[in-house]
């Protein structure tokens, strides 16, 4: 229902959940669903771990297996540490966690086998961000749960704030901030026509600066820790490993991936498309449509070009993961994105599970919902992406 705001990339990401789920494929339908739960899981995403179980029994899994990951077999097993590391930090992958999988004796993995496993697994670790970043919550009594509910006429294109009963003033300053961002888009449209290049150096500065400053990018510190239900976390090994621990122990920020060494264009799609044809086309139909998606406006503006701004949504996204654009200047990514818009984005591209309503209602708070499920399926989509680009290319190393 929520996707339905947005019918066109619907209907792309239906036929891509088909092909993942019910085509033939190298995986039996049980696993598939298997996997889907492992991946779910490491983000406590409830909702989709249980639906996948009820999945999982009518394609005639084994019940003993939804007793928690002890009871799958070994090789289902074997696959934790990879949906460990593209749920949380992506950039560890290397060639040897895909050599692991491919040599294990009885229990190792074809490599196709393995790349529907790793698009399985980058589908439903964003899937879960989506589903956390607009709030679909099976459980009411949970601590910020909150219900889709269908919209009554007037609800789907007013906005968040004025359905929370926002006094006067901090709508006039929501207005406010829709100006500003126009007029932002305004000028930096005019400066690229005007501007004489930046150096290389100069964008890599930028960049190196975004990615630190993301660092500090975090939720509150008081959102609370909300205990994991039995049914999640018996399909979780090392639930400590998340995102955030990079920062802690002084560690350093995830190291750079240049896009253009290793692009989706002209790498990962070609290496899908050969391991596992029909899904290759079908994930590329989704990324294009997610990124050129628009409706050309902007709150309660219309005839707007908000390309700029769906780039540096995106870009952020891969920022945020260590992926870096050389011909992009990171400097509009300040001008356009808010700071609790940042904050969003993040939370919900890296620890969705730690989202909640205030901070989906405190950004953007003159924009319909429509448009903010639209940042959401960006995320979504520049998040699978970018996990799917540091997977394919450890398996690029490790073929060549």
Not at 83 to 99: D, V
Not at 145 to 159: A, I, K, L, N
Not at 161 to 177: I, W, Y
Not at 195 to 220: C, D, I, N, W, Y
Request: charged fraction near 25%.
């Amino acid at each position: 229902m929520v996707m339905g705001l947005h019918p066109e990339y619907l209907t792309s990401f239906w036929k891509t959940q088909y092909l993942l789920l019910r085509m033939d494929g190298p995986l039996p339908y049980h696993k598939r669903h298997y996997i889907a739960i492992m991946a779910a899981a490491r983000h406590h995403c409830s909702y989709l771990v249980g639906f996948h179980m009820g999945e999982f029994l009518q394609v005639g899994g084994d019940p003993a297996w939804l007793r928690g990951l002890q009871y799958a077999p070994q090789k289902l097993r074997n696959l934790n540490e990879i949906n460990k590391i593209l749920a949380h930090r992506p950039w560890l992958i290397t060639k040897e966690h895909i050599e692991a999988l491919l040599k294990t004796g009885e229990n190792s993995w074809s490599l196709a086998e393995l790349i529907q496993a790793l698009v399985l697994l980058t589908h439903y670790h964003s899937l879960a961000s989506f589903v956390f970043g607009c709030g679909i919550n099976p459980e009411l009594d949970q601590e910020a749960g909150h219900v889709f509910r269908p919209p009554s006429p007037r609800s789907c294109d007013s906005s968040p704030s004025s359905e929370d009963g926002t006094n006067s003033s901090s709508s006039n300053d929501a207005m406010e901030d829709v100006e500003m961002l126009m007029e932002r888009m305004k000028l930096l449209q005019e400066c690229q026509l005007e501007e004489e290049g930046v150096t290389q150096e100069e964008m890599a500065t930028h960049f190196e600066m975004e990615k630190r400053e993301s660092l500090l990018v975090t939720p509150s510190a008081d959102i609370a820790e909300h205990s994991l239900p039995p049914k999640v976390l018996c399909f979780v090994e090392d639930p400590e490993f998340g995102y955030k621990d990079f920062t802690r122990r002084g560690e350093q920020t995830p190291p750079t991936f240049r896009a253009q060494d290793y692009t989706w264009e002209d790498h990962g799609y070609s290496l899908i498309n050969r391991l596992y044809p029909d899904v290759g086309q079908l994930l590329d139909e989704k990324f294009q449509v997610v990124y050129n998606l628009t409706y050309n406006t902007i709150a309660m503006h219309s005839g707007v070009d908000t390309s700029m701004l769906r780039r540096a949504i995106w870009n952020y996204v891969h920022c945020v993961f260590g992926i870096r654009y050389d011909d992009y200047d990171y400097r509009e990514v300040n001008q356009l994105l808010e700071r609790s818009l940042k904050i969003y984005i993040k939370t919900v591209a890296c620890y969705p599970e730690k989202t909640t309503k205030r901070m989906y209602t405190h950004f953007w708070r003159h924009f319909k919902h429509s448009e903010k499920v639209h940042v959401n399926l960006l995320l979504l989509e520049a998040r699978m992406q970018a996990a799917l680009l540091y997977a394919l290319r450890a398996i690029t190393r490790y073929m060549t």
